[in-house]
């Protein structure tokens, strides 16, 4: 197995960008990263792009090898792999650009994350998120995907005491971050009470607690670490990259309060690295929904079950505490165009890792971690990276 | 990189299978490939599944954790992923499986394709399939996938003097073929004149030109060779898998009469293998029309640029010849349920390479080749699997 650097990023901004189609989002980002990288385009060996949904959102597939031949790298004939897996498809994406270079198979890699949803409507995108769902038990029941969640997070609440407050307070901090992120969709920090005065969506959650619709991209470039230094001073390694998966369905599971892919997909992480939870500075999580964060950030260590909802509204996970939580603004307040989402994350990281994050950043960020989710936490990947010193 | 075997193979009747969901063929196909070789559920690393367009066709993505759940994989958490590439969706899954074995990342790993297409009619089958092509530059000026292969022969005839006859040969041959294969759409044999007579589509194609819309799915097994004798007397090598890109309009390519994306594939597998086209017995080829087919067995190096269409119509690529291209009846008869096509071919060849196909055995078979395609040429995946002595 051999080292693998990220040597370059690139993203748009996150938002209802009606000017651009999927395609310039995808190139944008993407070349974005190969000029971060002083990469010259015939030195790609392989694009991975991570998708959800672009057969229902724009009505076109085949979407790698689209951003391929938009990019320029159809000229050169590199192969292209579209890669699905819900909300966790960029993540996915990342994972297989990562095996392709650490296996000794390819040498530079870019892995971008695009998704367009604002050309359908509310209703429309609404349907489509939900098919990452269970089409046959779940969604054409009438479960949405903010109703399953909502689920989740009143038998949190049951279970465990969580309040109402605590769940908003994700939102609260979220946008509070997000307000220092110029890419981030929202930029206006908000009120606990806004959140909890916010029009139901499916109660207990209200507007402020679910990740906007959006449209963006994010990519990466990955490269041998034994090469990085020729494209940077400032390579970010990839310390590994884990994926589990769960029962597509939420009745299938023993609980609605933790998602096993997480716990898996992060167990598999530290042991492979030898890192723990309490090693890491400056976390992505998946918060699709603000109860999607604190389940994650229990599920993946950071904090006993249970105690994810205090430790929150604690400020444990706010900017300046031990441990940074979505210091991009999250799902939430960054945007979350499906398929970017995984990348972005990882984009996030990079930022922290290079010390570039500006107001944002994580003062001594050393190690991160990404966690991507598809569906109700069906499938959940984990990404470690470390500074290089 | 490590040697890599198929220790199994699975697959369903191609057709119209009105009683069965994409879930219960994943099912079928992936259970039958894993009990074929003798495998216990426990053993598998990860499930790497081909997929066009579940969400247009039955309004599910996130289709790698559905048949990793309904599997039984999930219990143990089992890395899922879905690959798409339109048509070469299951060719791109196959190379997905082989790197990870052949980095030595997994061990054993389970490929599938599906796709469930005949649950919605026949109007909107094509404009799914039509977003294979470029949406914007082609199929949103009415451009069916149908058009844009009609247009590709009109120009092999205008540019090779191929015949309307020698286009339709090639249906004439892979009905043969399918009628010896008990698992094919169409089993029946037809004639010539059938062909010449058949409804048109998008002339000079008639319906007997095209292959038809089908629901099924195939799978395999993948191993490390040096592990493979523990399952299986009969293993087959797969000796390389390679992948390439082209634009995705056809606007945008320099001739009609060639899919680039197909040559680099093939020209990139010979050159790892050190093996020629003269060395196959055995070639699964992507005839989504009979005019594809004719470019496939020409861009493969099979046949000159612009004899493919005699060649076929001379008997050339029958069952019998020194080379037999499509003994499974190919797209045309065996039928193209889009995810799983690229897997029923390599499904195809194991048989061969076993010795196990029956009617339509290839004497001899020592090197097979699979040849799948994604779009009209914008993605390329080839496979060349050998016999294991």
Not at 205 to 216: H, K, Q
């Given at each position: ?9 690139g ?12 395609r ?11 000029y971060?990288?002083?990469l ?31 990019s ?46 604002t ?9 489509i ?15 949405t995907f ?5 689920m989740?997070a ?20 979220n946008h509070?971050?997000?307000?220092m992120?110029?890419?981030a969709q929202f ?11 916010s ?36 390579p ?13 369905s939420?009745?299938h599971?023993e609980?609605?309060?933790?998602f096993?892919?997480?716990t ?19 976390a ?9 964060e ?5 599920d993946l ?12 509204a ?12 979505n210091t991009?603004?999250g ?10 989402t995984g ?13 570039e ?13 990404a966690?991507?989710?598809g ?15």
């Amino acid at each position: 197995m051999r080292k693998v650097a990220i040597i370059g990023i690139g993203d748009t901004r996150f938002g209802e960008l009606w000017d651009l189609s999927l395609r310039d989002l995808g190139i944008h980002a993407g070349l974005s990263a190969v000029y971060d990288a002083n990469l010259s385009g015939d030195e790609i060996d392989a694009l991975y792009l991570g998708n959800m949904s672009a057969g229902k959102f724009i009505e076109q597939e085949h979407i790698g090898a689209l951003i391929a031949d938009y990019s320029g790298l159809a000229r050169d004939h590199i192969p292209a792999t579209r890669v699905e897996a819900a909300g966790a498809s960029g993540g996915l994406a990342f994972r297989q650009g990562y095996m392709a270079i650490a296996s000794g198979m390819q040498d530079i890699v870019v892995v971008g994350g695009a998704e367009k949803m604002t050309d359908v409507g509310d209703t429309l995108s609404t349907e489509i998120q939900a098919m990452a769902a269970d089409q046959q038990w779940e969604s054409s029941f009438g479960a949405t995907f903010p109703a399953l969640h909502a689920m989740i997070a009143r038998r949190h609440m049951h279970d465990y005491g969580t309040t109402r407050e605590q769940i908003a307070s994700v939102a609260v901090k979220n946008h509070k971050h997000g307000s220092m992120n110029p890419k981030a969709q929202f930029q206006r920090e908000i009120k606990l009470e806004s959140v909890l005065k916010s029009p139901p969506v499916a109660e207990p959650l209200g507007l402020f607690d679910c990740a906007p619709v959006s449209d963006g991209a994010a990519a990466v470039v990955l490269c041998a670490m034994d090469k990085a230094r020729k494209y940077t001073d400032t390579p970010v390694e990839v310390l590994t990259s884990t994926q589990a998966s769960d029962t597509l369905s939420l009745a299938h599971r023993e609980s609605l309060c933790r998602f096993d892919a997480t716990t898996v997909a992060a167990e598999r992480a530290f042991k492979r690295t030898g890192l723990s939870p309490s090693d890491i500075q400056v976390a992505e999580v998946h918060d699709s929904f603000t109860i999607s964060e604190i389940l994650a950030i229990e599920d993946l260590g950071f904090f006993p079950k249970g105690q994810g909802g205090a430790a929150t509204a604690d400020g444990q996970t706010a900017l300046g505490a031990k441990l940074a939580v979505n210091t991009s603004g999250g799902l939430k307040a960054r945007g979350d165009p499906i398929g970017a989402t995984g990348i972005a994350q990882v984009v996030e990281l990079v930022h922290q890792l290079r010390g570039e994050a500006g107001k944002r950043q994580v003062a001594g960020a050393e190690y991160g971690l990404a966690h991507n989710v598809g569906g109700t936490g069906a499938t959940a990947v984990v990404q470690l990276l470390g500074r290089v010193n």
